[in-house]
């Protein structure tokens, strides 16, 4: 079980590994092992306790991190070892969730201050008697 918050965890069935020749940093040692890490997470098939809304926020959110058949995938070649990064790979999954569980507040609506109104108003005046003084003729006539 792979744990993400206090309540929920994906179990290890679920998220499949695969590795690639990595084309990050490593010299002649990037030619010859597998270290970029690949994880395939079947998000639409999951049997991990995450609730729905939260499931459509995250494809939301990330639509180029879900395939077609609903999988998350998700891949790391930051690090040189493969170790590093199968764990970057959970990182970036435990956050995308994370991120998705968190619901977003609903914007309010306020009505402008009659104050605010009414300062706006005599800027305006202002700046529209101070130009009225610079023309030719202008002012006081």
Same mark, same amino acid.
Request: proline letters at 6%.
């Given at each position: *079980? @792979?744990?993400?918050?206090?309540?929920?965890?994906?179990? #290890?069935?679920?998220?499949?590994?695969? @590795?690639?020749?990595?084309?990050?940093?490593?010299?002649?040692? &990037?030619?010859?092992?597998?270290? +970029?890490? $690949?994880?395939?997470?079947?998000?639409?098939?999951?049997?991990?306790? &995450?609730?729905?809304?939260? *499931? %459509?926020? *995250?494809? %939301?959110? @990330?639509?180029?991190?879900?395939?077609?058949?609903? #999988?998350?995938?998700?891949?790391?070649?930051?690090?040189?070892?493969?170790?590093?990064?199968?764990?970057?790979?959970?990182? +970036?999954?435990?956050? *995308? $969730?994370?991120?998705?569980?968190?619901?977003?507040?609903?914007? /309010? /609506?306020?009505? $402008?201050? +009659?104050? %605010? /109104? !009414? !300062? !706006?108003?005599? #800027?305006?005046?202002?700046?529209?008697?101070?130009?009225?003084?610079?023309?030719?003729?202008?002012? #006081?006539?």
């Amino acid at each position: *079980m @792979f744990p993400i918050t206090d309540t929920i965890a994906i179990p #290890d069935e679920e998220l499949e590994w695969s @590795f690639a020749r990595s084309g990050g940093p490593g010299g002649q040692n &990037v030619n010859k092992v597998a270290s +970029k890490a $690949v994880l395939r997470w079947r998000a639409a098939a999951t049997t991990a306790p &995450v609730p729905p809304a939260a *499931m %459509a926020r *995250m494809r %939301a959110t @990330f639509p180029s991190r879900f395939t077609t058949e609903g #999988d998350a995938v998700i891949q790391s070649q930051k690090y040189r070892d493969q170790e590093r990064n199968k764990e970057d790979c959970l990182t +970036k999954l435990a956050e *995308m $969730v994370r991120l998705a569980l968190v619901e977003p507040t609903v914007r /309010k /609506k306020t009505k $402008v201050s +009659k104050g %605010a /109104k !009414r !300062r !706006r108003v005599a #800027d305006k005046r202002h700046t529209s008697a101070k130009k009225q003084s610079r023309r030719v003729g202008g002012g #006081d006539d």
